[in-house]
Each structure stands twice: as structure tokens, then as C-alpha cells.
């Protein structure tokens, strides 16, 4: 007769091989789950990492109006000085250039004077009734008298100048809404000279001929004096080729808008020039050509 014992009397009979294979197994198939999800994702990444975007060397702005590049501009407006001590002076202001790229640009330009306008400051000096300075000549005194400040005081006859103009900031606004206009702001540096005469020279000697340390109360200075200039500007375009354009520019250069001695070396001569600023403020209309701009691709 056979004895039949229960496997909780004998562990030693009770097998686990099967639940270590079946976890095994799982723990295969997750790992192969898991690489055929990373293959399934990783390998279209990787491609189109490869692959070059169709706007990789597009501009910002296509089809865009070239309003400046490679065009003529000419124009023509008014001008006035803004810092005179003596006369404010009135111009008529022309220029042309030419754009090499859209942002820079070779320019002239010529400001020639139709009117010279007293200040009240001149008047503070010389007017004949109550102006600080003498009538007549005063012994021990190198100030001029009011007939002498009154005919040294300067005047600008012409400003004339070549710049090379940056425009580094070029775009569109609206207003409101409803209008549109393209617009730019420019950097312009160059040479430039200003012609001045005096009001009255008839009576005055030349500045340059008058020996260091001369009592001459007033010289008159005259002539065409170089320097340089530099200015700020923008334009805004009423369509392809007219345009508004408005600029304020500094000209340099040695000058003696009063006549007087300014160095206090006892006469007016011609180590009183010194460098000057004449300021402009100009505003006009420049038309571009050829008429019809340049289209980007």
C-alpha cells in the first residue's frame, strides 16, 4: 500500500521554476517593448535632424520694396540756423546721392542763404537806443563800438558738404490702422564748408592781416572756411520714389561770428577763430530713381 503525503509536509517536492521563467520572460519583453519604442520615435528625429529646413536661408522679409538700393535720390527744401548768435539765416537746401546698398549712401548737399534774420541778442548789443555797447571809442577799452560790432557781425552766405549716410533702421508704420508708409532714420558724416561774409566789411581789415597784438577792436572775417558735419535724419515715403525728408546737422569749422577779440589778447586777429557749431534744421521732399524699386526675392 503506498503512502500519499501532501507537499506542504515535504517543500523540498514543490518546484518555482515555472514562475522564474514567466518573470523572466516579462522583464525580456518589456526591455524589447521598450528599444522598439525608442527605435519607433528616435529614428524620424534623427532624419529630420538630418534634413535642412526649407527657411534655413530665407530673409525675414520677403518680397520686400528695395527703396534705396542702387538708386538715385534728389531733392530740395528749407532750411534755417538754430543757434546763431547774431542772425538767424534762411536757406534753400538741394542735395543729391546715390545708394549703394539699402543702408548706405554718398551725398552732397548745398545750403544757400535767401535771408539773415537779426536776433534780439544783436539787438541787446547795438541797437542805437540803449545797447550795452559804446558809440564812441572809450581810451583803454579794445571794445567795439556799436558801428563796429554792428558791421563785424557774421553772416553765412552758403553751406555746402559731402556725407556718407548709414541708415540702420528701416521699416513700416501705421497710424490708426488705416494708413501705411515706409520710413528710415540715417547717420550722416563727412566734410562740408561754410562761406560767411560780414554784415558791412567796407570799413574792416581782414582778420588775417591784422599783426598779433594789434588794438583793433573788430575784424571781419570772410570766405570759404572748411570743417566737417555730422547729422541725424529720417524720411517717410509717400509711395515708391517721393518721400518727406527731415535732418538736423551740425557743421564745424574755425570761424569769428562776431569779429571781436575773443582770446583777450588785447585785438581782434585771426587767432580768434575757433571752431564754431552751426546747427541746421532742414525739411524737404528727395524723389528716388529709377521710379520703380527693386523687389527682394
Request: hydrophobic residues 40%; aromatic residues 10%.
Amino acid at each position: 500500500m503506498t503512502i500519499q503525503r501532501s507537499t506542504k509536509d515535504m517543500p523540498m517536492l514543490t518546484t518555482t521554476q515555472p514562475k522564474i521563467v514567466s518573470h523572466a520572460r516579462k522583464t525580456h519583453t518589456a526591455r524589447l517593448s521598450l528599444l522598439v519604442a525608442l527605435a519607433v520615435t528616435g529614428l524620424p528625429l534623427a532624419a529630420q535632424a538630418q534634413r535642412k529646413s526649407p527657411l534655413a536661408d530665407a530673409p525675414a522679409v520677403r518680397k520686400r520694396y528695395e527703396l534705396r538700393q542702387t538708386r538715385l535720390e534728389f531733392g530740395a527744401g528749407f532750411a534755417s540756423t538754430v543757434n546763431q548768435d547774431f542772425y538767424h539765416t534762411m536757406l534753400v537746401n538741394v542735395k543729391a546721392g546715390f545708394h549703394f546698398t539699402d543702408w548706405l549712401a554718398l551725398s552732397a548737399f548745398g545750403d544757400f542763404a535767401v535771408a539773415n534774420v537779426g536776433t534780439g541778442f544783436r539787438g541787446t548789443l547795438v541797437d542805437s537806443n540803449g545797447g550795452s555797447l559804446p558809440d564812441a571809442p572809450e581810451a583803454g577799452h579794445y571794445a567795439p563800438t556799436k558801428e563796429q560790432a554792428a558791421a563785424a557781425m557774421q553772416k553765412i552766405t552758403n553751406i555746402l558738404g559731402v556725407t556718407f549716410d548709414v541708415s540702420p533702421f528701416t521699416g513700416k508704420y501705421s497710424l490708426f490702422g488705416k494708413l501705411f508708409a515706409s520710413y528710415d532714420f540715417y547717420i550722416s558724416v563727412g566734410g562740408a564748408a561754410i562761406t560767411v561774409k560780414p554784415n558791412d566789411g567796407a570799413g574792416l581789415v581782414d582778420c588775417g592781416s591784422v599783426p598779433a597784438g594789434s588794438p583793433v577792436a573788430a575784424c571781419k572775417v570772410e570766405g570759404l572756411k572748411p570743417g566737417g558735419t555730422l547729422g541725424l535724419g529720417f524720411h517717410t515715403f509717400f509711395n515708391n520714389f517721393v518721400a518727406l525728408d527731415v535732418s538736423f546737422r551740425d557743421v564745424i569749422a574755425k570761424l569769428n561770428p562776431s569779429g571781436r577779440d575773443v582770446d583777450g589778447h588785447g585785438g581782434a586777429n585771426s587767432s580768434d577763430l575757433t571752431w564754431t557749431n552751426t546747427w541746421l534744421a532742414t525739411v524737404g521732399l528727395v524723389l528716388y530713381f529709377p521710379t520703380h524699386p527693386g523687389v527682394s526675392f
